[in-house]
């Protein structure tokens, strides 16, 4: 993969100030409209003018409303949709990381899910197996959780971190974790606010561009995608998440960073906990070897094809053995111990809270629900768990708004466990407002109890480019 890489120590900004200065259109923006709106191609001037206008707001938001819609109905090409990319790419501040560095950089991006708290527990594993994670993630919005969230339950994390500051932590620790700054891909934000408001955030194109110019301005090496499927998630059959995937896997090669994805399945919450401080605590728990099988089997299989992918590891199997390795032996917990303390934390904080002593606060009441029938737990859905929460606090309808970070679920019986009428099998934490009958009927139905488990198995496919399949790295569902 070429990439602009730099001397020892140094770390500065790129962007396409020249190019912001001097390129002229050919054409207007009723011109450039009027073409995608008549399934005409752009060509990558046309592209560039656009980006550079809304990053600058020299076009007008009807305007720019008017192409998102044309660009929703009628498609773009791969190549419209990675000039796309690239200048929503370079529209802002683009890291770039020291020579040494070179080859190491990685990250992942999830679609995500309920109860997915993989990039807690990915960070500092892959930072344990010598790698350099910039991770930049997001909140929650409707029923999927925030890493961000997460994280800001434990009091004194501080996602805002300059990029001379992450170079810093990226150094001593080797994986950070924070928000996007106002600078990283200007072009997307408000992008994103006007695709919200003229209903075209689901256009593959601008899906895409979306998330890959993010992770391209990180100047990644390798980049790994979760793109789930099933009730929780945003395609709720496996086709769609493929197209998706292969779409962004497609670009993100095109973009210069080895890219591959994971089709995972998003039916019942990842792991036992569902909420903000709970989901942290579970993180803890797994980063000491002591995961739920299926959260861990998620982490291994995404961290093994970013190691073998930048060269960590000679293969598939030599990758996991390395996770493995480093959530046994402590050095993956030892690095988000560091990470937490870099970033804000306490030290006393951060080794009470590895060392299971507490430290985050609880939620004001507890209360189990029993179990109505005995059997085997087929499937727990995961929509009306991550429903029920965000009406108790735990999730946010607008991006502004507070959160309880203390409500949340606790999963006592998961999916194949053998379960006895009035066993307890969920205990939910809250506050305000509290738990009433509705909610407790819900939370109910969403237990499926038979004689045999009904889901398929979590990873069901890998995505990747011809290239990468000829070379075999792919790895069993």
């Given at each position: 993969m070429q990439s602009n890489l730099l001397p020892q120590g140094s770390l500065r900004f790129e962007t396409n100030t020249k190019e912001m200065c001097t390129s002229q259109p050919h054409t207007n923006v009723p011109e450039m409209i009027r073409k995608k709106r008549d399934k005409e191609d752009l060509s990558a001037e046309e592209i560039r003018y656009f980006v550079q206008g809304v990053t600058k707001q020299t076009i007008q938001d009807s305007q720019i409303g008017a192409m998102l819609m044309a660009i929703r109905l009628q498609g773009?090409?791969?190549?419209?949709?990675?000039?796309?990319?690239?200048?929503?790419?370079?529209?802002?501040?683009?890291?770039?990381?020291?020579?040494?560095?070179?080859?190491?950089?990685?990250?992942?991006?999830?679609?995500?899910?309920?109860?997915?708290?993989?990039?807690?527990?990915?960070?500092?594993?892959?930072?344990?197996?010598?790698?350099?994670?910039p991770m930049i993630s997001g909140r929650g919005l409707g029923h999927t959780g925030g890493t961000l969230d997460k994280l800001e339950s434990i009091p004194g994390?501080?996602?805002?971190?300059?990029?001379?500051?992450?170079?810093?932590?990226?150094s001593k620790v080797g994986c950070c974790i924070v928000g996007q700054t106002a600078d990283l891909v200007p072009a997307d934000k408000k992008l994103y606010a006007i695709r919200d408001v003229t209903s075209t955030v689901d256009s593959l194109p601008l899906i895409a561009a979306s998330i890959i110019s993010k992770k391209g301005a990180e100047s990644l090496n390798a980049l790994i995608l979760d793109v789930k499927f099933g009730e929780g998630a945003l395609f709720k059959e496996m086709s769609g998440a493929r197209e998706l995937a292969q779409y962004l896997v497609d670009v993100g090669n095109h973009?210069?960073?080895?890219?591959?994805?994971?089709?995972?399945?998003?039916?019942?919450p990842i792991g036992r906990c569902v909420g903000n401080s709970l989901e942290?605590?579970?993180?803890?728990?797994?980063?000491?070897?002591?995961?739920?099988?299926?959260?861990?089997?998620?982490?291994?299989?995404?961290?093994?094809?970013l190691l073998h992918m930048c060269g960590k590891a000679e293969s598939l199997k030599a990758g996991e053995k390395a996770i493995q390795d480093v959530l046994k032996n402590g050095s993956a917990l030892d690095k988000?111990?560091?990470?937490?303390?870099?970033?804000?934390?306490?030290?006393?904080?951060?080794?009470?809270?590895?060392?299971?002593?507490?430290?985050?606060r609880r939620a004001e009441k507890q209360e189990e629900l029993k179990a109505q029938a005995g059997g085997i737990v087929q499937a727990i859905h995961s929509l009306p768990i991550a429903e029920v929460l965000h009406e108790l606090g735990a999730g946010r309808s607008q991006p502004d708004q507070s959160i309880n970070w203390t409500v949340g679920i606790e999963l006592l019986k998961t999916v194949g466990d053998k379960i006895n009428e009035g066993d307890p099998w969920i205990r939910v934490h809250f506050e305000n407002p509290?738990?009433?009958?509705?909610?407790?009927?819900?939370?109910?139905?969403?237990?499926?109890?038979?004689?045999?488990?009904?889901?398929?198995?979590?990873?069901?496919?890998?995505?990747?480019?011809?290239?990468?399949?000829?070379?075999?790295?792919?790895?069993p569902p």
């Amino acid at each position: 993969m070429q990439s602009n890489l730099l001397p020892q120590g140094s770390l500065r900004f790129e962007t396409n100030t020249k190019e912001m200065c001097t390129s002229q259109p050919h054409t207007n923006v009723p011109e450039m409209i009027r073409k995608k709106r008549d399934k005409e191609d752009l060509s990558a001037e046309e592209i560039r003018y656009f980006v550079q206008g809304v990053t600058k707001q020299t076009i007008q938001d009807s305007q720019i409303g008017a192409m998102l819609m044309a660009i929703r109905l009628q498609g773009m090409t791969k190549e419209e949709t990675v000039n796309l990319t690239k200048e929503m790419k370079v529209s802002g501040v683009v890291l770039q990381w020291p020579k040494e560095w070179s080859g190491l950089v990685v990250d992942k991006h999830s679609t995500g899910g309920v109860g997915d708290k993989v990039s807690l527990i990915l960070a500092p594993v892959l930072a344990a197996c010598g790698c350099k994670v910039p991770m930049i993630s997001g909140r929650g919005l409707g029923h999927t959780g925030g890493t961000l969230d997460k994280l800001e339950s434990i009091p004194g994390f501080n996602i805002q971190k300059s990029p001379e500051e992450m170079k810093d932590i990226l150094s001593k620790v080797g994986c950070c974790i924070v928000g996007q700054t106002a600078d990283l891909v200007p072009a997307d934000k408000k992008l994103y606010a006007i695709r919200d408001v003229t209903s075209t955030v689901d256009s593959l194109p601008l899906i895409a561009a979306s998330i890959i110019s993010k992770k391209g301005a990180e100047s990644l090496n390798a980049l790994i995608l979760d793109v789930k499927f099933g009730e929780g998630a945003l395609f709720k059959e496996m086709s769609g998440a493929r197209e998706l995937a292969q779409y962004l896997v497609d670009v993100g090669n095109h973009l210069g960073v080895r890219t591959a994805a994971v089709l995972s399945r998003m039916d019942s919450p990842i792991g036992r906990c569902v909420g903000n401080s709970l989901e942290v605590i579970e993180s803890i728990d797994c980063l000491k070897g002591k995961g739920l099988k299926e959260l861990e089997t998620l982490v291994t299989c995404l961290g093994s094809h970013l190691l073998h992918m930048c060269g960590k590891a000679e293969s598939l199997k030599a990758g996991e053995k390395a996770i493995q390795d480093v959530l046994k032996n402590g050095s993956a917990l030892d690095k988000f111990q560091a990470m937490l303390v870099a970033q804000g934390v306490t030290t006393d904080l951060a080794n009470d809270l590895c060392e299971g002593k507490g430290g985050l606060r609880r939620a004001e009441k507890q209360e189990e629900l029993k179990a109505q029938a005995g059997g085997i737990v087929q499937a727990i859905h995961s929509l009306p768990i991550a429903e029920v929460l965000h009406e108790l606090g735990a999730g946010r309808s607008q991006p502004d708004q507070s959160i309880n970070w203390t409500v949340g679920i606790e999963l006592l019986k998961t999916v194949g466990d053998k379960i006895n009428e009035g066993d307890p099998w969920i205990r939910v934490h809250f506050e305000n407002p509290s738990l009433d009958e509705g909610q407790k009927s819900r939370l109910q139905k969403s237990l499926v109890i038979g004689e045999k488990v009904q889901e398929g198995p979590l990873i069901a496919e890998i995505i990747q480019t011809q290239s990468q399949r000829e070379k075999g790295r792919n790895c069993p569902p």
